[in-house]
């Protein structure tokens, strides 16, 4: 079965910190693909990154950057300097290229950042 | 650039009646995904078309129904309605995620109010 664990149920930080959002997933499949979404208050799932189980590059987007290990199934995301805006849901999820066509997602992760 | 457009994006029902929601999907995606997405949950798969076929199909209660028409765009039927039918649905669409693209693309959904 797939899987997908954010075990940070919320996370409260103060503006410009760093914060680290983990996501640990789980697939006997060996094609796949990760995915990061941002849900904010106002409900849309707005697309962050998409990475595929052959490349364990890690990714740098502005602030964002993603730290993807196959060897511990981890696909773990940062915010550097974080701001208010950046305040929402936070969703990692699996789609397995062979079989059902769909996402699993994570529980989620609330971040909350202070000003 | 076009988006997944989803209608209504709000919808206010009462028990045991009828919605529809409606998803038109990027142009030249084939692929339509069907999400519900409960307060405080996850969103979870309910029912996937591909060429107008269905490919998938989830945790889709009997009283729902899908389908995807010539032009691609996808009606979500759902009868009988009861209060835990309330929940943000949301619609993705997709080329095959085998040749390069950003992935998932979710429309801002629909929400559901039962009362």
């Known amino acids: 079965a797939q899987k997908v664990t954010q075990a940070q149920t919320e996370i409260s930080v103060v503006e410009k910190e760093d914060v680290t959002l983990d996501c640990v997933y789980e697939t006997r499949d060996t094609t796949y693909y990760l995915f990061w979404y941002k849900q904010p208050p106002s409900g849309e799932l707005v697309f962050l990154i998409r990475?595929?189980?052959?490349?364990?590059q890690n990714e740098i987007s502005g602030r964002y950057s993603w730290n993807f290990q196959k060897s511990t199934s981890s696909f773990n995301f940062t915010i550097t300097a974080s701001q208010v805006v950046d305040s929402a849901v936070y969703f990692c999820a699996l789609f397995l290229i062979q079989g059902a066509q769909k996402l699993v997602f994570g529980q989620g992760t609330r971040l909350t950042i202070n000003p | 650039a076009a988006g997944v457009i989803q209608s209504p994006r709000h919808l206010i029902k009462e028990k045991r009646e009828t919605a529809t929601l409606k998803c038109y999907p990027i142009?030249?995606?084939?692929?339509v995904y069907w999400y519900q997405q409960g307060p405080g949950q996850d969103p979870q798969f309910l029912i996937s078309?591909?060429?107008?076929?269905?490919?998938d199909k989830g945790s889709i209660p009997d009283r729902f129904s899908a389908q995807q028409f010539s032009d691609y765009h996808s009606e979500l039927n759902m009868s009988s309605l009861e209060l835990g039918d309330s929940a943000l649905y949301f619609c993705?669409?997709?080329?095959?995620?085998?040749?390069?693209?950003?992935?998932?693309?979710f429309g801002s959904g629909t929400r559901l109010t039962v009362v």
């Open positions: 078309f591909y060429e107008k076929m269905q490919s």
């Open positions: 142009p030249r995606h084939d692929t």
């Open positions: 990475r595929n189980s052959f490349d364990e």
């Open positions: 993705a669409s997709s080329p095959s995620l085998d040749r390069d693209s950003d992935g998932y693309t």
